[in-house]
């Protein structure tokens, strides 16, 4: 068995690209610098993640391939799928290898992967435009905490800076431990070393704004009032509005 060590990075994964095919040596197993190396390993291959290797396979990805399919591939990286990147690794390789196109043969095993796993990812972007709710701070920056189940908060961060550029605003990601705060001009990312300011989903009653728990309890109440109970769908409903969402809706909470 041929194993690659790299840093889990997806310029790192590229980078292992290129080294295969300049070493034409082509793993079976890739591994984290930490990993513990697998049984019965032949020969083990440290990659040194380069910006220069992995700008040069990303152009010729982009040479061989429609934009979409190329998204696809940053997609299938944010799912955070075990073992993912070792699918993205044998995708590229096909689509070195092959004289033709082979981004639309879905007879591919590999190729039907990454199509499904990249529509999952965009499906769970679509629920962070949907579902996302935000909550007014004191000092007027406006929260919301998420926790997705890919890793899917970079690829929505256009659809908020465009609509919602005249405020200032913070989407955290709970389960990654890591979000973005916009000041009308610029996205930052950021980290938190306190998460005690969320609880349950919400942030705490003592840091909103004076006025926020008002318009909370005037949305609940809107939100009451248009419910027509004899066309209530517990099935449809949670098909369409996925319970781990709940927590995190104002209309949901009791």
């Given at each position: 068995m041929i194993v690659f060590r790299y840093d889990?990075?997806?310029?790192?994964?590229?980078?292992?690209?290129?080294?295969?095919?300049?070493?034409?040596?082509?793993?079976?197993?890739?591994?984290?610098?930490?990993?513990?190396?697998?049984?019965?390993?032949?020969?083990?291959?440290a990659v040194t993640t380069d910006g220069g290797k992995s700008n040069r396979v990303w152009?010729?990805?982009?040479?061989?391939?429609?934009?979409?399919?190329?998204?696809?591939?940053?997609y299938v990286w944010l799912s955070e799928v075990p073992q993912s990147d070792e699918l993205i690794f044998r995708y590229i390789r096909k689509i070195f290898e092959s004289p033709v196109s082979i981004e639309l043969n879905f007879a591919d095993e590999d190729v039907l992967e990454i199509r499904n796993l990249a529509k999952k990812v965009d499906k769970e972007r679509l629920r962070l435009i949907q579902f996302v709710r935000f909550q007014k701070a004191a000092d007027d920056?406006?929260?919301?905490?998420?926790?997705?189940?890919?890793?899917?908060?970079?690829?929505?961060?256009?659809?908020?800076?465009?609509?919602?550029?005249?405020?200032?605003?913070?989407?955290?990601?709970?389960?990654r431990n890591y979000g973005y705060f916009y000041d009308q001009k610029t996205l930052t990312e950021m980290t938190l070393e306190d998460l005690t300011a969320f609880t349950e989903g919400k942030l705490n009653e003592d840091l909103m704004a004076t006025d926020e728990k008002l318009f909370q309890d005037m949305w609940k109440a809107y939100f009451k009032s248009m419910t027509i109970k004899e066309r209530i769908n517990p099935k449809l409903h949670r098909q369409n509005l996925p319970v781990r969402y709940w927590k995190y809706l104002t209309e949901k909470q009791s």
């Amino acid at each position: 068995m041929i194993v690659f060590r790299y840093d889990k990075t997806f310029e790192g994964l590229l980078t292992v690209v290129f080294d295969a095919f300049f070493l034409k040596i082509f793993p079976d197993r890739l591994i984290g610098e930490t990993d513990v190396e697998p049984l019965f390993t032949e020969r083990e291959h440290a990659v040194t993640t380069d910006g220069g290797k992995s700008n040069r396979v990303w152009l010729g990805l982009e040479r061989k391939l429609m934009p979409i399919s190329c998204n696809m591939i940053r997609y299938v990286w944010l799912s955070e799928v075990p073992q993912s990147d070792e699918l993205i690794f044998r995708y590229i390789r096909k689509i070195f290898e092959s004289p033709v196109s082979i981004e639309l043969n879905f007879a591919d095993e590999d190729v039907l992967e990454i199509r499904n796993l990249a529509k999952k990812v965009d499906k769970e972007r679509l629920r962070l435009i949907q579902f996302v709710r935000f909550q007014k701070a004191a000092d007027d920056v406006y929260f919301a905490p998420v926790s997705p189940v890919h890793n899917a908060l970079p690829l929505a961060l256009n659809h908020f800076t465009d609509r919602f550029n005249s405020q200032k605003w913070v989407i955290y990601d709970l389960k990654r431990n890591y979000g973005y705060f916009y000041d009308q001009k610029t996205l930052t990312e950021m980290t938190l070393e306190d998460l005690t300011a969320f609880t349950e989903g919400k942030l705490n009653e003592d840091l909103m704004a004076t006025d926020e728990k008002l318009f909370q309890d005037m949305w609940k109440a809107y939100f009451k009032s248009m419910t027509i109970k004899e066309r209530i769908n517990p099935k449809l409903h949670r098909q369409n509005l996925p319970v781990r969402y709940w927590k995190y809706l104002t209309e949901k909470q009791s």
